[in-house]
């Protein structure tokens, strides 16, 4: 039986059977079928595993010679043909970053025809590369570096990088600034791959950008569905640079959003105001256009060089020697809206605190460039703009209970904001300006009309010393252009509960301290200050014909000057100077249809506002001769028509109020102090102020510590029994220009005593501080 089977198997192996075989059964056909089947498998393979396999082989050389980070692709084909070259699930992972890219493809245009003689630096060159990317996420976690020089400037242990990862990158930062006169680009066009690639478009379909980690409450994400991006390079702003780099493009449905942080290892016991998909949105907008630029630093040429163009170059090439420039441009479309807040400032803290941590070291002067050095850039630049109409939401909390002040704003708003890239001897000043036009505000009270204006323009400037807890200055100038403002008591209380939401609730702390200075200055031009003024605070707060009283002081300017203080730590006092001038203001009364006094109102005003006293007859007799003054000119009005009914009750010319208010600040405790206490202590803490003072007799039998005892708790009881404490103080000064005139109606005078008793209630409930300042100017 073996040796048959033997012989089939020799006979099976023999190429002259296997011949036989073939030409017996049709052997052309056995071969298509093999080579059918080889070029299915080699089609297959090709399709679904060629691309994966290189992909893997890349990967593993790739991590095998890169050793700062971990670099993944998926799949990857090419085509020589087409100048294509397709990717898929590429991921690039180091200690402080993630880029992930589901998938995409670039192109080369090869076949483009190559000019070397072609303009440099032209924007609007032919384009020949060419890349599309698909699900797109730049994640920033960390700032190793960045904390790795805290530990070395705080004699930590070092545990994120070791000695020897230090010296070589220090190393490589000296050898980067050696080798920078090597790095400057050839004046010869063909020397530069820019010449070949003068332009590259870059197309990304929903892309992502995250700020956060697992150890931050909320993540700052920016997303966008599409983004159509174009780099070139021009030529620089200064002819002592190289050039300019330049991208510019276009991006739909930006979110910027604060994102609850996955895996948080803390509490989330700070809710955010409002919730609006994952998150909270902090901005939004259908369509945003950016246009980022720089300039490529070029040397600074040598003294005698420099003297010598100064001498030959005229005068327009001398003002063209500006500083390198930086910044980047937004300019938001349709459907933008911004919500921001107490809630998402402490956020934003959280950020801060964790990616550009304080190292409490003096800043160093920076040094001037020296010849043959690169030219330094002095600041970073950015500025939005709105082009369409858009809204600004300020959200806050009281009682898990969501307050807001919802702004409109028109077309042509915007914000400049530039950072200094460098330090002086007295540190470093970053201002903020821009401008608000058509502005109507209104708040989330049951009397929603706030604040309507022409145009509102600020201008904020900081001043940051070298050393980190010498004083700062604060200085914010706001100016607003035919504003109506409309005044409720209720005011106060919202704005107070705003104010204490953004404040700290935290205990005082040296160590954190950091003096600094408030000065505020308020420039009215044309205003109209509207003050709701029913008998017993009762507002109609219907959305039309509303039965209300009103009390308006118009005029042409009001300036608004004053300054909070907070140079020292824990003062027992503080104090505040408010200054007040306003120039050509008038009062006015209105009267609602229901009033019973308002058409009698409307009659003597009419019979009698031209019945006055002359201006002469305040005067001397020597001075009675002189002309009489010339008329006044047609003032603006916005809602105190007097075809509206409003009626004019008292003119002054020019108005002077200063108040200097002194106050003892009321310190939050700390919470380890509050801890100590057991419950029956703080109960009798709280309740001793309201218990009646007691005297007991002491018995004969007490411990010696009794009296010692009681006399402390009677002294801790009387100390906090408001009577007894030091008052604040508030001290009004007044002046008005002689030429005053008023004329006293009878509705005038209950306005005014109502507007008194609201003011009044207002003080005997709640505790004084700086808002009752407010209300009062």
């Not at 190793?144 to 930062?173: H, S």
């Not at 105001?273 to 040397?299: K, T």
């Not at 959305?543 to 909070?564: P, S």
């Not at 309201?690 to 005892?709: C, G, I, K, M, Q």
């Amino acid at each position: 039986m073996d040796a048959t089977k033997n012989n089939d198997t020799n006979n099976f192996l023999n190429i002259e059977h296997l011949d036989s075989i073939l030409n017996k059964h049709n052997s052309n056909f056995i071969w298509l079928l093999v080579a059918t089947i080889l070029s299915c498998g080699w089609i297959i393979y090709l399709t679904y595993y060629n691309s994966r396999n290189i992909g893997f082989i890349l990967t593993r050389i790739i991590n095998r010679l890169y050793k700062d980070g971990y670099i993944h692709i998926g799949s990857f084909s090419f085509s020589v043909l087409s100048g294509k070259v397709m990717f898929r699930e590429v991921y690039f992972i180091n200690q402080d970053m993630s880029i992930r890219i589901q998938d995409g493809f670039l192109i080369f245009r090869w076949w483009k025809m190559y000019n070397p003689k072609q303009k440099q630096h032209d924007p609007k060159a032919e384009t020949r590369l060419y890349v599309t990317v698909n699900g797109f996420e730049f994640h920033v976690y960390n700032r190793t570096d960045l904390y790795a020089r805290l530990q070395e400037t705080f004699g930590l242990e070092p545990t994120l990088l070791t000695p020897k990862d230090e010296e070589k990158g220090q190393e490589d930062r000296n050898e980067t600034l050696e080798n920078v006169n090597i790095q400057a680009e050839s004046p010869d066009p063909t020397s530069s791959w820019r010449s070949l690639i003068p332009v590259i478009k870059v197309n990304i379909s929903t892309g992502r950008l995250a700020f956060g980690n697992h150890h931050l409450p909320q993540t700052l994400c920016v997303n966008f569905e599409d983004a159509f991006l174009t780099y070139a390079t021009k030529p620089p702003s200064c002819h002592l640079d190289q050039f300019m780099h330049i991208v510019k493009g276009s991006l739909e449905n930006v979110r910027v959003m604060l994102v609850p942080s996955p895996r948080y290892l803390g509490l989330q016991n700070d809710e955010p105001p409002r919730l609006m998909g994952e998150g909270f949105v902090v901005m939004q907008s259908n369509d945003v256009d950016i246009y980022y630029y720089q300039d490529e630093p070029g040397l600074v040429p040598a003294e005698q060089e420099s003297t010598e163009e100064v001498e030959t170059s005229s005068e327009g090439d001398q003002l063209q020697d500006l500083p390198p420039c930086w910044g980047l441009d937004i300019v938001c479309g349709k459907g933008t809206d911004f919500n921001y807040g107490p809630w998402a400032d402490r956020q934003r803290d959280c950020l801060w605190k964790f990616f550009l941590p304080a190292d409490y070291q003096p800043m160093k002067v920076t040094e001037v460039s020296q010849p043959g050095k690169p030219r330094q850039i002095q600041a970073f630049e950015l500025r939005m703009n709105i082009i369409a109409d858009a809204t600004i939401d300020l959200l806050f909390t009281k009682n898990r209970e969501t307050n807001a002040i919802h702004v409109n704003v028109g077309a042509g708003s915007y914000l400049e904001v530039n950072i200094p890239m460098t330090v002086g001897e007295d540190g470093y000043s970053p201002t903020i300006k821009g401008q608000l036009l058509h502005v109507d505000t209104t708040s989330s009270m049951q009397y929603r009309t706030l604040l309507e204006a022409e145009m509102l323009a600020f201008h904020v400037i900081v001043g940051y010393p070298r050393v980190w807890n010498m004083p700062q200055s604060w200085q914010c100038e706001i100016e607003v252009y035919k504003a109506t403002y409309h005044f409720i008591y209720a005011q106060k209380n919202f704005f107070t509960d705003l104010i204490k939401d953004w404040a700290s609730d935290s205990a005082p702390d040296i160590y954190s301290f950091v003096p600094y200075s408030w000065k505020f200055k308020i420039l009215f031009h044309q205003f109209e200050m509207i003050w709701a003024a029913n008998q017993h605070n009762w507002i109609d707060c219907s959305t039309k014909q509303q039965e209300n009283v009103y009390l308006a002081a118009c005029g042409e300017t009001l300036n608004i000057d004053f300054t909070l203080p907070f140079n020292e730590f824990v003062p027992t006092t503080c104090h505040t100077r408010f200054s007040l001038k306003a120039e050509d203001t008038d009062m006015r009364l209105s009267l609602p249809e229901c009033h019973p006094s308002r058409y009698p109102l409307l009659t003597l005003a009419k019979d009698y506002q031209n019945i006055k006293l002359p201006p002469d007859m305040f005067m001397s007799g020597e001075n009675q001769g002189a002309p009489p003054p010339k008329p006044t000119k047609s003032r603006w009005r916005n809602i105190t028509h007097a075809e509206a009914g409003w009626v004019d009750c008292w003119s002054v010319p020019n108005f002077l109020l200063i108040i200097d208010y002194t106050w003892h600040p009321i310190y939050p405790q700390k919470a380890d102090e509050q801890l100590k206490q057991s419950l029956s202590e703080m109960e009798e803490s709280m309740l001793s102020a309201l218990r009646p003072p007691e005297h007991p007799s002491v018995p004969h039998n007490a411990p010696p510590h009794y009296t010692s005892t009681s006399a402390s708790a009677a002294h801790s009881r009387v100390a906090t029994d408001p009577s007894e404490l030091p008052p604040d103080r508030l001290h009004v000064e007044m002046e008005m220009s002689p030429d005053s005139q008023i004329l006293l109606y009878g509705p005038l005078l209950r306005t005014l005593i109502s507007i008194k008793c609201s003011i009044t209630e207002g003080l005997n409930i709640y505790d004084n501080n700086l808002m009752h300042i407010f209300w009062l100017l």
